[in-house]
């Protein structure tokens, strides 16, 4: 019967085993490594979560702003085109957010209008505030002739 080589030395039974165990002690973690590893695990999800917190406060200041942005639109559209041709201060609240329109002439230099039909112009200013210190305003100009 002849034997045919396949890359590995002829060892003892013993020898065998006693390399398999020396390769099985140094094979896992130490209790220090594995303590080392945690922590900048636990350090890698505080700052993610911190991350995550600040983006859903985000999330949410930016939908206030959205809605904000929209009562205030929405306020000055009425205001335009439902004209009563008066100055006048108007304010009330919806939901969350107290709102206020005010008209009022315009002051600037540029608004004065020297015409026979007496055209006036007006600022229309809106503004909606919610939470604390959260505040939205929007202005246009309208142009009336007072009767």
Known sequence: MRFRFIGFRAESRHKLLNRLLA?????????????????????????LLDSYATGVRASGT????????????????????????RLTRRQGRSGKFVWSVTITPAQEPWAALNTKAHW????????????????LQLETLKLDRPK
């Open 120 to 135: 006036r112009l007006n600022r229309v200013q809106v503004t909606v505030a919610w939470d604390k210190n959260r505040r």
């Open 23 to 47: 390769k099985r002690q140094t094979a896992g973690f130490t209790l220090l490594e594995t303590l080392t590893a945690l922590m900048i695990l636990a350090i890698a999800m505080v700052a």
């Open 62 to 85: 930016s939908d206030s702003y959205g809605r904000a942005r929209i009562l205030a639109q929405s306020l000055l559209s009425e205001t335009v085109s439902g004209w009563k041709q």
